[in-house]
């Protein structure tokens, strides 16, 4: 089992900056055997998309969406995963989620609870 804790999330007005953090915690096989870490949003009423995904190798793929605005980092020591968040809008007003890819997951991998993100126009 791996625990995935999410902060960072709050109120922001639109243009401005977030910074998420996701902390991974559990046994040292199930920690090691995490290889991509991420993020998820969901917006009220709509389906959970990706938002931006960090692979063991340090490459990482973003949504359209936000390509230029926000940016993903991994501290592997610290088995946290970061989400800097810029130029934010109302759009993205959502539930950001944490993921960790790993194959002693359900379904491939672990979610967090969640953080909520509220920007205002």
């Known amino acids: 089992q791996v625990h995935l804790v999410e902060s960072g999330g709050g109120l922001v007005q639109a243009g401005g900056s977030l910074r998420l953090s996701c902390a991974a915690s559990?046994?040292?096989?199930?920690?090691?055997?995490?290889?991509?870490m991420g993020w998820n949003r969901q917006a009220p009423g709509k389906e959970r998309e990706r938002v931006a995904v960090?692979?063991?190798?340090?490459?990482?793929v973003f949504a359209d969406s936000v390509k230029g605005r926000f940016t993903i980092s991994r501290d592997n020591a610290k088995n946290t995963v970061y989400l800097q968040m810029n130029s934010l809008k109302p759009e993205e007003t959502a539930v950001y989620y944490c993921?960790?890819?790993?194959?002693?997951?359900?379904?491939?991998?672990?979610w967090g609870q969640g953080t909520q993100v509220t920007v205002s126009s």
């Open positions: 960090m692979n063991s190798d340090g490459t990482s």
């Open positions: 559990g046994s040292i096989t199930t920690i090691t055997s995490i290889n991509a």
């Open positions: 993921y960790a890819a790993s194959d002693y997951g359900p379904n491939g991998g672990f």
